[in-house]
Nanobody, 128 residues
Framework: QVQLVDSGGGLVQAGGSLRLSCAAS????????TGWFRQAPGKEREFVAV????????SYADSVRGRFTISRDNAKNTVYLQMNSLKSEDTAVYYC?????????????????????WGQGTQVTVSS
């Protein structure tokens, strides 16, 4: 089982930027994917972005494509989510998640149930 610790959230004005980090420890497999999800108050958890171990595959939710960038540093066992041009509707608790999987098409929009390991969540608040 892999343990995930996500961090980097905070309060930012609309139009600003934040970078979230997801640090992994434990049983880390090279054939794995790591994703970011978010959950706003009163709403279901939704997919944000996902990246494969090799970094060859990435996918984004339509609502964040062009503003958010997912990346990873395997030497540090860390996945990042760079969030630019933040909007008030990006306000949510952001969770990183991981599971064993290979490469995937850019159209893949995973569900929460596709991931078995989760971070504790980090709050992102965007003020308008």
């Amino acid at each position: 089982q892999v343990q995930l610790v996500d961090s980097g959230g905070g309060l930012v004005q609309a139009g600003g930027s934040l970078r979230l980090s997801c640090a992994a420890s434990g049983r880390i497999f090279s054939n794995s994917v790591t994703g970011w999800f978010r959950q706003a108050p009163g709403k279901e958890r939704e997919f944000v972005a996902v990246i494969s171990w090799s970094r060859r595959s990435t996918s984004y939710a339509d609502s964040v494509r062009g503003r958010f960038t997912i990346s990873r540093d395997n030497a540090k066992n860390t996945v990042y989510l760079q969030m630019n041009s933040l909007k008030s509707e990006d306000t949510a608790v952001y969770y990183c998640a991981a599971d064993r999987a290979g490469e995937f098409p850019s159209t893949w929009k995973p569900k929460s149930s596709d991931f078995g390991s989760w971070g504790q969540g980090t709050q992102v608040t965007v003020s308008s």
